[in-house]
């Protein structure tokens, strides 16, 4: 699975990167109200923005977990962190979370390349107009899936019976 969200964010990179090429030396990054442009960024500040976005914020989700193993447990919040974060079950606890915090960052990493896809479409018309129904959708599934990592990891974490 490591291997896998290496090569998403790989393919990611190399997305951003083609397809930014198509992107003004002003790019319209901000939309109001009927997805009409009212904020522009830097070409070179707005990659550095999204590949932050995109690259960076994902690989650090990823890797929370090899963090947590020198993070006091006062200061991991799992349900019933009191039995699962025990010594005798935290090395196994945070092996449960590695790829779930995988999979969420894979799934933050994929949504920020479409709002970049999104992004680069608005820039192509005259004047630049964001997809805002494609941007809702979007959202919502982001939202939804959010919801349901959540009750992943709630269910992963129940007390054992």
């Known amino acids: 699975m490591k291997m ?21 030396e002003l790019v319209a990054s901000n939309f109001g109200v009927g997805g009409k442009a009212n904020g522009f960024t830097a070409k070179d500040s ?66 920020m390349c479409f709002i970049h896809w999104l992004i680069v479409q608005a820039n192509a018309v005259q004047p630049q107009r964001l997809h805002e129904s494609w941007l809702i959708a979007a959202l919502l599934i982001f939202f939804g899936y959010i919801n349901l990592w959540l009750i992943s990891i709630w269910r992963r974490f129940r007390l054992p019976t």
């Open 46 to 111: 707005y990659m550095a923005l999204f590949l932050t976005y995109t690259i960076i914020l994902p690989l650090f989700t990823a890797s929370i977990t090899l963090l947590l193993r020198y993070i006091p447990n006062q200061f991991i919040s799992i349900p019933n962190s009191d039995y699962w974060l025990a010594p005798e079950r935290k090395t196994a606890a945070l092996k449960m979370l590695t790829p779930l915090n995988l999979q969420f960052a894979a799934v933050v990493c994929v949504f």
């Open 4 to 24: 896998l969200f290496a090569l998403l964010l790989i393919c990611a990179a190399a997305f951003l990167l083609f397809t930014s090429s198509t992107l003004p």
